[in-house]
């Protein structure tokens, strides 16, 4: 009867862990999906309300590239954050958990430092390709595949991909197939 208990848990806490999972991989990838994308009519800190409507329009058309650009790397990073966040915190939970088996232990000890590994090579693959010279740059890194969007005035060419692939191919273990470079618009 005992055995039966264990391995209940044991299935409820890969269960948790394989949730926990899912949720960060959606998370990143709804992150990468949308957060380019900005409600209209929205208010920027810092940004000056105009009486004319037409001014108003002017004044929002001129400044809103700079604004959406930078707003979309920050808001990605921070998405991305706390996707890891909530992630390190189950994770956490179900390690301190009394009744958690060795095997779910483990495994959830092991997704820790895959995610902190994933931070860390993010930030690094990051630094390296603004430090290239361009504009800003978010990664997302993923068991399969790695995604990088890169902020470049001039637009990408194949020399600026063929760059970036290598700075990834140097800092990881991904193939090329597996490296997505994307501009951000």
């Known amino acids: 009867m005992k055995k039966v208990k264990v391995t209940k848990q044991m299935g409820k806490r890969y269960a948790v862990v394989a949730a926990v999972m899912v949720l960060v991989g959606a998370s990143l990838y709804m992150n990468w999906r949308y957060a380019g994308e900005s409600a209209p009519n929205t208010k920027v800190l810092?940004?000056?309300?105009?009486?004319?409507?037409?001014?108003?329009e002017e004044a929002a058309e001129v400044s809103r590239p700079v604004v959406e650009e930078n707003d979309y790397f920050a808001t990605a990073r921070l998405s991305r954050k706390q996707a890891r966040d909530s992630a390190i915190s189950m994770l956490q939970e179900a390690e301190i958990d009394e009744h958690a088996s060795e095997d779910v232990l483990n495994e959830a000890s092991q997704t820790l430092q895959v995610l902190a590994s994933y931070t860390v090579a993010e930030a690094q693959i990051e630094n390296l390709v603004t430090a290239k010279g361009y504009t800003d740059c978010v990664a997302f890194m993923g068991a399969e595949s790695i995604s990088v969007v890169v902020a470049d005035p001039d637009g990408?060419?194949?020399?600026?991909?063929?760059r970036i692939k290598d700075i990834v191919m140097t800092e990881t273990d991904y193939k090329p197939a597996q490296i997505k470079v994307m501009e951000a618009n």
């Open 46 to 56: 810092g940004q000056a309300t105009l009486v004319n409507e037409t001014e108003q």
């Open 156 to 162: 990408l060419d194949a020399t600026d991909v063929a």
